[in-house]
């Protein structure tokens, strides 16, 4: 069974215009919401929620990267931070039952048909 983890930014801002919220960062809030839907069984369970300090994409409001080895990472950002968790679950279902990791926009829950900020071809085992 593949591992697949799911990495948010902790110190992402709430919004374009607004760096805490409840004096948190918007990355925290999102952190928090995923947590929730892990312990309560909403993601497979192939997934680990992995919070970091920084996923570069400072100019955006928070920002994920879905990554699994032999699979493409996808980074989104521009996300509501108490809205996204349902749609980023949802994105964890495809991506868990997904071959390679790639998820046509068209097939994606509507929040992440956009605000995509990179697809990372696969690390892949050398050839012999």
């Known amino acids: 069974m593949s591992q697949h983890t799911l990495f948010i930014c902790t110190s992402c801002a709430f919004a374009s215009d607004q760096r805490e919220h409840l004096g948190q960062r918007g990355g925290y809030h999102l ?3 995923l947590l ?5 069984g909403q993601l ?8 970091v300090e920084c996923l570069s994409a400072c100019n955006r409001f928070c ?3 879905i990554a699994s080895p032999e699979k493409t ?6 996300l509501p931070a108490l809205d996204s ?3 980023i679950v949802q994105l964890a279902i495809q991506y868990a039952t997904s071959g390679d990791g790639v998820i046509p926009r068209r097939d994606r829950p509507t929040l992440l048909q956009k605000g995509i900020l990179a697809r990372i071809p696969p690390v892949l ?3 012999p």
């Open 85 to 87: 968790a349902t749609a």
């Open 31 to 33: 952190w928090q919401s």
């Open 44 to 51: 497979p369970p192939t997934f680990r929620v992995q919070p």
């Open 36 to 40: 929730k839907c892990q312990q309560q």
């Open 63 to 65: 920002a994920i990267a």
């Open 73 to 78: 990472t996808l980074m989104f950002g521009d």
């Open 125 to 127: 085992p050398p050839q």
